[in-house]
């Protein structure tokens, strides 16, 4: 953790988070073509050379993150769930460059305002078929259309992350990114965008991936619920204390003060984060910390790094709290997240 707050933009070389549910694929950028098909009056077969040469380039930075980042927290301070014991650090924060999503489908045709005899799309697919992953034959994720239509989302297809092409493990040649929404939705290795009335089939969009109610209380029951609960999209507000570690032993300086540090993200779309507070005593008094700056580069959908110097009292088993408020005034109001069987969406 403390590598991975090293820097505002995340080394890609040595600290990025990858999660894939099939192989990583080795692609030839040459030979790929980017399918767009669905609800659009002029299906393309975009080459790699057309989507960065035919297509305004658009540059944004955000914070990737999994659903299930800190579903450690939620297993190890609630009660035990479902899936990847993920720590705190399932998250980068990148720049990426490509063309807007939105210009392609309108370059396809898509209907973006309901006419006569046309049928408007209610989401975009994004596919990639180039092997079997762990519940399906394919990987795919879709998000709402009025999404990727509005020019602020930012939603794109990204062929470089901070300057250079995309790392094979990171979804060579080309890639979805959706801002401010879980990672599962950013498809790697991207063969097909579909506009469509109806979200992705994929088991990914349909099985999994969704913050089940309390009712759910394991994997068979939740069964009944897959079909009645919405699909995850954006990310909650969350702050984190990268250092001290967790079960780390502190010695305390004679002003009694202990440096803290850590990672905050905006909700979805409600960002930047323009406000994080620390707490020594387990909420009962708070601190403010202080924000990096982190320039040109920082946007809405990034992170901010945070610093503070709180007080705490000797003793075992002291815990140090950090909560945070960004521009649309989303707070973190307790320490501990609802509980869902599969621990996504932690806060």
């Known amino acids: 953790m403390t590598q991975l707050i090293s820097s505002f933009l995340t080394c890609i070389e040595k600290t990025t988070y990858d999660r894939n549910h099939g192989p990583i694929l080795h692609k030839s950028a040459d030979q790929h073509r980017v399918v767009v098909d669905g609800l659009v009056s002029n299906p393309l077969e975009l080459s790699l050379a057309s989507l960065a040469h035919d297509f305004p380039q658009h ?61 408007r799309p209610g989401h975009v697919q994004f596919a990639s078929f180039g092997s079997k992953t762990q519940e399906d034959d394919w990987y795919g994720g879709s998000i709402p259309f009025s999404r990727t239509m509005d020019p602020d989302m930012d939603v794109i297809l990204a062929l470089k992350m901070n300057g250079k092409p995309l790392p094979p493990r990171h979804g060579y040649p080309v890639r979805a990114i959706v801002p401010g929404v879980l990672g599962a939705r950013s498809v790697k290795w991207l063969d097909r965008i579909t506009a469509s009335t109806d979200e992705s089939p994929c088991f990914y969009q349909q099985h999994d991936y969704k913050v089940l109610p309390p009712e759910a209380v394991d994997m068979q029951v939740a069964e009944q619920f897959w079909s009645k609960t919405p699909a995850m999209l954006e990310m909650p507000v969350n702050a984190c204390v990268a250092t001290p570690k967790p079960e780390s032993t502190i010695t305390l300086p004679a002003s009694g003060l202990v440096e803290v540090r850590g990672y905050a993200v905006p909700q979805g779309r409600s960002g930047p984060v323009v406000r994080v507070q620390v707490s020594g005593d387990e909420g009962v008094t708070w601190v403010d910390s202080l924000l990096e700056d982190g320039g040109d580069q920082a946007s809405k959908w990034s992170w901010v790094l945070w610093s503070a110097k709180i007080k705490i009292s000797p003793g075992k088993g002291r815990k140090i709290y950090a909560k945070a408020t960004d521009a649309a005034g989303n707070t973190q109001e307790q320490p501990r997240s609802t509980w869902n069987v599969r621990g996504v969406a932690y806060k």
């Open 59 to 119: 540059t944004v930075t955000c914070a990737l993150q999994c659903a299930g980042n800190r579903r450690h927290s939620m297993r190890t301070r609630i009660k035990e769930v479902s899936g990847v014991d993920w720590f705190d650090g399932a998250l980068m924060n990148c720049v990426f460059e490509g063309p807007l999503v939105r210009d392609i489908l309108l370059a396809a045709g898509v209907n973006e305002e309901p006419l006569q005899g046309r049928v």
